[in-house]
């Protein structure tokens, strides 16, 4: 029978000489693979004291890496402990309008300086014909 441990309890192996992640509701101590994993030491340090599932699984890992998990297995996670996960809403925020300039002149701009360089061209075509004849 293997060891229940707290969010808590894991939650204190979050540093480079003592380093547990929680995925998949077991708990691993990666301490000595951290100089060994691909992505480096800190992206596993960045998912202690967390329910780390949605970062191992967004990475896409191996058949071969998910074999070595059992080598760093240390027990299960006492689900009642990790809290709900809670969909991300962004926090409603006005349109920002960095140059402060009212959007109806912005789009009479886009209209009349491309207007405005024609007529230019045109009048420049004009101008240098009139005086080559």
């Given at each position: 029978?293997?060891k229940?441990?707290?969010?808590?309890e894991v939650a204190?192996?979050n540093?480079?000489?003592?380093?547990w992640?929680i995925?998949?509701?077991k708990?691993y101590n990666v301490?000595?693979?951290?100089?060994?994993?691909?992505g480096?030491?800190?992206v596993?340090?960045?998912?202690t004291a967390?329910?780390a599932?949605d970062?191992?699984?967004?990475?896409?890992?191996?058949t071969?890496?998910?074999a070595?998990?059992d080598?760093y297995?240390?027990?299960?996670?006492?689900?009642s402990t990790?809290p709900?996960?809670?969909?991300?809403?962004?926090?409603?925020?006005?349109?920002?309008?960095?140059?402060k300039?009212?959007?109806?002149?912005?789009?009479?701009l886009?209209?009349?300086?491309?207007?405005?360089?024609?007529?230019?061209a045109?009048?420049?075509?004009i101008?240098?014909?009139?005086?080559?004849a």
């Amino acid at each position: 029978m293997s060891k229940v441990y707290t969010l808590e309890e894991v939650a204190k192996h979050n540093h480079k000489d003592d380093c547990w992640l929680i995925i998949g509701g077991k708990v691993y101590n990666v301490t000595k693979f951290l100089e060994d994993h691909p992505g480096g030491d800190d992206v596993l340090i960045s998912s202690t004291a967390k329910d780390a599932t949605d970062d191992f699984e967004d990475v896409g890992h191996s058949t071969t890496a998910r074999a070595m998990m059992d080598e760093y297995y240390v027990g299960d996670v006492d689900t009642s402990t990790i809290p709900a996960r809670q969909k991300y809403v962004p926090p409603k925020q006005p349109h920002y309008n960095q140059d402060k300039t009212p959007e109806f002149i912005i789009k009479i701009l886009q209209f009349l300086v491309p207007l405005a360089i024609l007529g230019l061209a045109v009048a420049i075509r004009i101008y240098t014909k009139s005086e080559s004849a």
